[in-house]
């Protein structure tokens, strides 16, 4: 599991990485500046912290708590992006969403209804996207977005009962994020 970093000098700084990271159940640990980095730790975070000597994986702080932490976790698997994002989508009027960055579950969630955020087109480091459609409603305009894309592809799946792998099992998976899982593993 990934143990991520984050260095400040001031919280404030850091308080919208942090809500992040706990948003996505993603462990980490508070680093002053100048404090040496414990071993458990991947990779870190500046939030106006003054890097550590010889410390390669850090990615900086850029206004966008959800882009940095996204950067992060590629950077703490060696990267500078990931190589394949599978997102996992099963329409309808309550949306579930999967997102897996090479092989490991990022986040799931539901969401009213499916709006294409950019976040996922632009957020996401990435050689590659892959959106996997469940069966049900999706907007012409989301598969224009999505096929007007170089690094996308979109693959509809016929989503079928079956139960996730042990690494990807999770607590409080709503009902729609967990096909949403399914069809993203699928």
């Known amino acids: 599991m990934r143990y991520l970093g984050i260095v400040t000098d001031d919280i404030k700084t850091s308080y919208g990485v942090i809500r992040e990271l706990k948003r996505m159940k993603i462990p980490f640990a508070l680093i002053k500046a100048g404090d040496q980095i414990p071993d458990h730790i991947s990779a870190l975070i500046l939030c106006g912290g003054i890097p550590p000597q010889g410390y390669k994986m850090a990615v900086s702080y850029d206004g966008n708590a959800r882009r940095t932490v996204l950067k992060a976790m590629s950077a703490s698997a060696g990267k500078e992006r990931f190589g394949l994002v599978v997102v996992g989508i099963d329409p309808g009027d309550c949306t579930g969403v999967a997102i897996i960055a ?42 224009a977005r999505l096929q007007g894309e170089p690094r996308v592809r979109t693959e509809f799946v016929v989503e079928t009962k079956k139960t996730l792998p042990p690494k990807f099992l999770r607590k409080g998976l709503k009902k729609d994020a967990k096909s949403a899982l399914i069809i993203a593993i699928s």
């Open 102 to 143: 090479d092989g490991e579950l990022v986040e799931a969630y539901t969401v009213d209804r499916l709006v294409l955020k950019e976040e996922i087109l632009e957020e996401y480091p990435a050689e590659r996207l892959l959106f996997r459609i469940g069966r049900g409603s999706i907007s012409n305009e989301v598969l």
